[in-house]
Nanobody, 117 residues
Framework: QVQLVESGGGLVQPGGSLRLSCVAS????????IGWFRQAPGKDREAVSC???????YYIDSVKGRFTITRDNAENTAYLQMNNLKPEDTAVYYC???????????WGRGAQVTVSS
């Protein structure tokens, strides 16, 4: 059974840090592009970051210099390290895995990140 499970979300004060994890099961993450979307209340889902199978990375402008995406293929896990968090980073963060050849995409159920004092 294919599954992506996020963890590591929570409540943090502005300027704080969190690390999200995305554990994959049922497929080999090494062969897939892995990324994170987020959706804030009342807003559209937006792409935050992704890492390709050759480790090329993308970040949305608003998180550049603060977020770092990594993948550990041996552990079938991806991470999103989030530093210097801001209230506008508050959202549900969704992990996804995408196969550019087949077009298949798998999604996790999301992890809530709340940045508030």
């Amino acid at each position: 059974q294919v599954q992506l499970v996020e963890s590591g979300g929570g409540l943090v004060q502005p300027g704080g840090s969190l690390r999200l994890s995305c554990v994959a099961s049922g497929f080999r993450m090494a062969y897939w592009n892995i990324g994170w979307f987020r959706q804030a209340p009342g807003k559209d889902r937006e792409a935050v970051s992704c890492v390709g199978t050759s480790d090329g990375v993308y970040y949305i402008d608003s998180v550049k210099g603060r977020f770092t995406i990594t993948r550990d293929n041996a552990e079938n896990t991806a991470y999103l390290q989030m530093n210097n968090l801001k209230p506008e980073d508050t959202a549900v963060y969704y992990c996804y895995a995408a196969d550019e050849y087949s077009g298949n995409i798998y999604w996790g159920r999301g992890a809530q990140v709340t940045v508030s004092s």
